[in-house]
Each structure stands twice: as structure tokens, then as C-alpha cells.
């Protein structure tokens, strides 16, 4: 199972594009990268899912560079809504492990 | 709507009294997972049901075990919780295999008190 590294927080205005970058670089052949939202009192939902190149949907995108080392998760256009924690995880089957996870606060 | 229930939302109980959390899903999903999260720090991985298979995580304390009856619910025992086990309890559910992707939905989760 590849640990993640995240920054612990970061701070963003309303209508901007926010970029959370985790670093993973133990990830092993069969592992997806998958990121996760949890606001306060609330289980985490699900956000977006990749293994290579970039994934694209309705809310958010993952890129991932060839080597996937890492990955970055793209916000455009963020609201106060989006304040959350938002967990970076790259594995495989049923293994989970949560990392720190990162704290974006989104200002008016 | 397709979701995961948890009851109750709020547990109080007292020390070394035991107490059961349940969980239950209209997904349909054969993996049931069941998460213990602390304050301020991230969710973490107690055991999960591939089907009827039990798997626990090899840092989960004896005190805690799970029972599945039947594909939509899945119980947490916590047999003498101490004041270390209060915490946000999660279920979450999937249709991952041994090897793949695993996407995960969560239960609001339950939030245990020990007094």
C-alpha cells in the first residue's frame, strides 16, 4: 500500500481553481488513486478516481503523470461549499488507508 | 435513493458497557467496511466482509468485532469500550475485488460517547 503525502492545508477564494497536489511514490502497478471530500459530522464521499493521464467529471479532474508518483485534484471554480477535507488514496482492492488529508478552506 | 444507513446518529454509553452499531445498505454491494475516525485526524481502516468473509485489519483491537447477517447489514460490536473508543464510527460499502479499484460510499457515520 503506498503512503500518500498531502499538504495540510490550504486557503482559496470563491471563483478560484484550486490544485491539491498528493505525493505517492511508493504506488505499486495495481493501484488507483482515488480522492475523497468529508465535511464535518459527515462520512467522506467520493470525488474522483484515476490510474493514468487525467480523469475528467462533473465536479472535479485528476491528473496523473506518467511515472504516478503523483497526482494533482483540480477544483475549478470553488465555492464556499467546498470547504471540506479532501484525502488522497492510492490503492488497490479493499485495502484503505486514509492519509492526513488536506484542509482546503475557501474564503468569500 | 441507494444509500448507507447508520443507527443511531449518537450512542452514549459507559465505560466497559458493551455496545453494538449497526449499519445497512439498499446498494446491493458485497463489500461492507467499517471505519473508526478520531477527531481532527483521518478515518481508519477496522475490518471489512468480502461477502460472508471476514477480514480484520491486523491493528484492530480484540475488543472490536463485526457480525453480517445478511447482504445489507452489518453490525460493530465493541464489546468493553473504553474511553479511548469514543470517536466517529463509519460503514462504508463497495463492489471492489481482491485486485482494482474501490470506490467507497459512506454512511453519515455514528458518533460514540463513553462515559
Known amino acids: 500500500l503506498a503512503k500518500t503525502t498531502q499538504p495540510i492545508s490550504m486557503d482559496s477564494y470563491e471563483g478560484q481553481e484550486v490544485n491539491i497536489t498528493c505525493s505517492h511514490n511508493n504506488i505499486a502497478t495495481n493501484d488507483y488513486i482515488t480522492w475523497y471530500q468529508q465535511f464535518p459530522s459527515q462520512g467522506p464521499r467520493f470525488i474522483i478516481q484515476?490510474?493514468?493521464t487525467k480523469v475528467t467529471n462533473e465536479v472535479a479532474s485528476l491528473f496523473i503523470p506518467a511515472d504516478r508518483k503523483s497526482s494533482t485534484l483540480s477544483l475549478p471554480r470553488v465555492s464556499l461549499s467546498d470547504t471540506a477535507v479532501y484525502y488522497c488514496l492510492a490503492t488497490g482492492g479493499f485495502k484503505t488507508i486514509f492519509g492526513a488529508g488536506t484542509r482546503l478552506f475557501v474564503k468569500a | 435513493d441507494a444509500m448507507v444507513i447508520q443507527n443511531p446518529r449518537y450512542q452514549v454509553t459507559q465505560f466497559g458497557k458493551p455496545v453494538t452499531l449497526s449499519c445497512s445498505q439498499t446498494?446491493?454491494?458485497?463489500?461492507m467496511y467499517w471505519y473508526q475516525q478520531k477527531s481532527s485526524q483521518a478515518p481508519k481502516l477496522l475490518f471489512h466482509?468480502?461477502?460472508?468473509?471476514?477480514?480484520n485489519e491486523a491493528d484492530t483491537p480484540d475488543n472490536f468485532q463485526s457480525r453480517r447477517p445478511n447482504t445489507s447489514f452489518c453490525f460493530l460490536d465493541i464489546r468493553s469500550p473504553g474511553l479511548g473508543d469514543a470517536a466517529m464510527y463509519l460503514c462504508?460499502?463497495?463492489?471492489?475485488?481482491?485486485?482494482?479499484?474501490?470506490?467507497?460510499?459512506f454512511g453519515p457515520g455514528t458518533r460514540l460517547t463513553v462515559l
Open positions: 462504508a460499502t463497495s463492489t471492489a475485488t481482491a485486485v482494482g479499484p474501490d470506490t467507497q460510499y
Open positions: 446498494l446491493n454491494h458485497n463489500v
Open positions: 484515476g490510474y493514468k
Open positions: 466482509y468480502y461477502d460472508k468473509d471476514f477480514n
